[in-house]
């Protein structure tokens, strides 16, 4: 395997990061942090089911932590579905004034996560890896 441009190795990273942290971070982040992190009234439910997309998305970002140019739709997926899903929580958060917590708290890291992984994966398409995968 060839080696990777740092922009590449970047990527790699974050996403390894970010999948960890979809893994094992938000629930305890639930219980932590619940104005920032926890709907109301609680839904055990919902919960559950958030838990279980992020984790499973997760999984795959460690997967395509591996081999990240060859799994650009679903960087690009995580990158737009995070923005979306802020911009939907910020609406309602500010909407309701009890759920404002969740502005610097679940809002804040899933725009950071976009941001981040936008910026890597257009640095990393940049590298002459992307190239020679014909892409």
């Known amino acids: 395997m060839p080696s ?4 590449v190795r970047a990527l790699s990273v974050a996403l390894l990061l970010i999948g960890i ?4 971070g938000i629930y305890p982040l639930t219980r932590l942090w619940p104005s920032g ?3 109301t009234p609680s839904q ?8 279980v997309i992020y984790a ?3 999984v795959f970002l460690i997967l395509a932590a591996r081999d990240p140019l060859n799994n ?6 995580t990158v737009w579905s995070s923005l ?3 911009v939907v929580m910020a609406v309602h958060a500010l909407r309701d004034r009890a759920e404002r917590g969740h502005l610097p708290g679940d809002v804040l890291v899933l725009l950071l996560v976009a941001i981040v992984l936008g910026i890597l994966t257009v640095r990393a398409q ?3 890896e992307i190239a020679t995968r014909g892409a």
Not at 4 to 7: L, P, Y
Not at 72 to 77: D, H, K
């Open 126 to 128: 940049g590298t002459p």
């Open 4 to 7: 990777q441009s740092s922009a």
């Open 21 to 24: 942290t979809f893994i094992i």
């Open 56 to 58: 499973t998305l997760g």
């Open 84 to 86: 979306a899903h802020a």
């Open 72 to 77: 650009l739709s679903l960087i690009w997926f």
């Open 37 to 39: 992190w926890a709907w």
């Open 44 to 51: 055990p439910e919902y919960l559950q089911m958030i838990l």
